[in-house]
Nanobody, 123 residues
Framework: QVQLVESGGGLVQAGGSLRLSCATS????????MGWFRQAPGKEREFVAD????????YYTDSVKGRFTISRNSARNTVYLQMNSLKPEDTAVYYCAAKAYYSVINHGSYDYWGQGTQVTVSS
């Protein structure tokens, strides 16, 4: 089993920054690929970014490119999402997710999920 615990969410003004963290524990093989997703009220959950085990491969949805950065510290079993230049439309519950294999063509199909952390961006 894998446990994922997000932290770092909160309320921030537009243009501000937040850094989300996701602490992982359990079967490390199952966390080779890590991702961040978000779900806004009344909308479906959407992909935000993901990262390979080495950190050498990352991928972002178009709406966050140039503003968000995903990274990981394998020694600390933690994945981060640095969010800059936040916009009101970034308001959502952000979820950390994990799966065993990173794919450059499939940025979904994650097996494990955290409980989510709320990010609210005021205008």
């Amino acid at each position: 089993q894998v446990q994922l615990v997000e932290s770092g969410g909160g309320l921030v003004q537009a243009g501000g920054s937040l850094r989300l963290s996701c602490a992982t524990s359990g079967r490390t093989f199952s966390t080779n690929a890590m991702g961040w997703f978000r779900q806004a009220p009344g909308k479906e959950r959407e992909f935000v970014a993901d990262i390979s085990l080495s950190g050498g491969s990352t991928y972002y949805t178009d709406s966050v490119k140039g503003r968000f950065t995903i990274s990981r510290n394998s020694a600390r079993n933690t994945v981060y999402l640095q969010m800059n230049s936040l916009k009101p439309e970034d308001t959502a519950v952000y979820y950390c997710a994990a799966k065993a294999y990173y794919s450059v063509i499939n940025h979904g199909s994650y097996d494990y999920w955290g409980q989510g952390t709320q990010v609210t961006v005021s205008s």
